[in-house]
Nanobody
Framework: QVQLVESGGGSVQPGGSLRLSCAAS????????MGWFRQPPGEEHELVAA???????NYADSVKGRFTISRDNAKNTVYLQMNSLKPEDTAVYYC??????????????WGQGTQVTVSS
């Protein structure tokens, strides 16, 4: 099992920046990918960015060039640097980890969510 704890959300004006952090604990070595999802008010979850065990990254078109996902293996932490924030980035952001169990079966863990509000 993998446990995730997020931090770094808050309120910011349009054009501002925030950095989200997601600290993983538990069966760290079983993680093959981590990512950030978000859920805007009244909408479905959507993938924002993901990073694999070999640091390959993937971004939603809406955040390319503005958001950067990175990882610090020594701290078991994944970051989401968000620049040039827009009101439409307002959402609850969730960290996710994909991992393999002892029998190689896939599992998924979620953080508790952190609110990001972009408003003037």
């Amino acid at each position: 099992q993998v446990q995730l704890v997020e931090s770094g959300g808050g309120s910011v004006q349009p054009g501002g920046s925030l950095r989200l952090s997601c600290a993983a604990s538990g069966s760290i070595s079983s993680i093959y990918a981590m990512g950030w999802f978000r859920q805007p008010p009244g909408e479905e979850h959507e993938l924002v960015a993901a990073i694999t065990y070999n640091s390959s990254t993937n971004y939603a078109d809406s955040v390319k060039g503005r958001f950067t996902i990175s990882r610090d293996n020594a701290k078991n932490t994944v970051y989401l640097q968000m620049n040039s924030l827009k009101p439409e980035d307002t959402a609850v952001y969730y960290c996710n980890a994909g991992w393999l169990g002892p029998d190689e079966s896939p599992g998924s863990s979620w953080g508790q969510g952190t609110q990001v509000t972009v408003s003037s």
